[in-house]
């Protein structure tokens, strides 16, 4: 049975979570502002109060609540304050723009005339030949002729002649809202550059996602050498390294008509599962050093070094990241609940980027591990064999069972 008092990080989660739905869907800084004032108010109305040891006592609820308030109250904030448009510097702002400088940070897709990539505009040059530093995220389409070779993450160009087209809102009212998904990466409008442009490259940026990349397409390389058909290559490099370019369009059609598209995406489940292979091995040597200090650093090792080579995707990360969270707090003997770690991995990630939370890839995440946690011991308890080899088979099935049972309602539903 899980206790309220031992999860006070799922207690705070579901204000935060509350507070950045309501920024989403209706966000007013006025009304922030009065908030926040009445909250500070308030605490300071109650800290005066508290004289006594019994007044505190007494006061004991209404400091609860106020802390419940405070939080909603960050989460409410936390997303307005990432509004792309409520940053002065934002690059639609700027005027007589004649070229825009742009660095790749993730989504680059091979279209059959153009590259698709997500850019983060870094700066603008106007008619007076004057640079000005800018922010925000935008999607590029750059045609073939333009570029020498395939671009990467962390590669910067600098391109003239684009067309800048706002993000469109829905058509109808149960249309996909593109405009609403876009907004949760950050990015308000395309920029496509004219076949007739000019695009100059400049010097990379170096960064832990662009290395990601290298290894993973050092490790492409290594499956294309050994594997020589095209379509096991391709399905072996979306399984292995969440690499989905090279799949073949029967593949695809065949994966995404019997709703089963997820399983080739790296995700928590794939995380869920490495975890467990790499648990079983660990634990074929026990030793009490070895329990405490040397196997948790060596999963740890392994699962950050897996979403390395995946290309460090955001449901690699995440998943990554709660697995962590429980293996930390063993590694510090602190007696821990996992679902408060799962609870406090989530806020920490809501709180860096609160986006995530309209974010389907991290709704799924949650759903499998929290699947995962709870009903893959039950699953054990009902299922289980003396023969190792086969114990091993029904943890594995186990743990894909469950994370399918818990993100079952969200597939249907989305």
């Known amino acids: 049975m899980i206790k309220w008092h031992s999860i006070p990080f799922l207690r705070l989660l579901l204000p935060f979570i509350l507070g950045i739905l309501l920024a989403y869907y209706q966000f007013h800084a006025s009304l922030a502002i009065i908030a926040g004032l009445g909250l500070v108010l308030s605490q300071f109305y109650l800290f005066k109060k508290s004289n006594s040891l019994e007044n505190s006592f007494k006061l004991q609820p209404y400091k609860g609540i106020n802390l419940i308030v405070a939080v909603f109250l960050l989460g409410y904030l936390s997303l307005g304050l990432q509004n792309p448009f409520a940053n002065s510097r934002h690059y639609s702002y700027a005027s007589n723009v004649q070229a825009y400088t742009f660095r790749i940070h993730s989504n680059i897709k091979n279209k059959e005339n153009h590259y698709q990539l997500y850019a983060a ?4 040059l106007d008619s007076q030949k004057n640079i000005h530093q800018v922010s925000g995220n935008a999607l590029i389409k750059i045609p073939h002729n333009l570029l ?56 990379a940026k170096s960064s832990l996602r662009r290395t990601s990349e290298e290894i993973r397409e050092t490790c492409r390389l290594i499956l294309a050498k050994y594997i020589d058909n095209a379509k096991v290559l391709g399905l ?42 790499i ?35 955001s449901s690699v990360l995440r998943s990554v990241i709660m697995f962590s969270f429980v293996i930390l707090a063993k590694l510090i003997k602190r007696k821990h609940n996992v679902y408060n770690t799962i609870a406090a991995s989530a806020f920490l990630m809501l709180l860096y980027d609160p986006y995530q939370l309209m974010n389907v890839g991290f709704q799924l995440s949650y759903s499998a591990v929290f699947g995962i946690v709870f009903l893959h011991p039950k699953l054990i308890q009902i299922v289980s064999s003396k023969n190792k080899i086969l114990n091993y088979c029904i943890e594995l099935t186990s743990v894909s069972l469950s994370a399918q049972l818990f993100t079952f309602p969200l597939s249907l539903y989305y």
């Open 148 to 203: 020498k070779q395939t671009p990467k993450i962390g590669d910067r160009f600098q391109a003239n002649n684009y067309d800048l087209t706002p993000i469109r809102e829905p058509n109808y009212p149960e249309e996909f809202n593109y405009k609403k998904f876009m907004e949760t990466e950050g990015i308000t409008h395309i920029i496509k550059i004219s076949e007739q442009g000019k695009t100059l490259q400049l010097e």
């Open 279 to 313: 648990l079983f091995f660990a634990n074929l040597w026990r030793n009490k050093y070895w329990n405490f200090y040397f196997q948790p650093c060596l999963v740890l090792i392994c699962l950050w070094s897996f979403a390395l080579i995946s290309g460090l995707s």
């Open 236 to 277: 072996s490099e979306a399984l292995l390294l969440g690499y989905k370019n090279d799949l073949d369009i029967e593949t695809k059609n065949t994966f995404s008509e019997t709703g089963t598209m997820h399983l080739l995406a790296v995700s928590g489940l794939h995380v869920g599962m490495f975890y467990m292979l």
């Open 121 to 124: 505009i870094e700066s603008v």
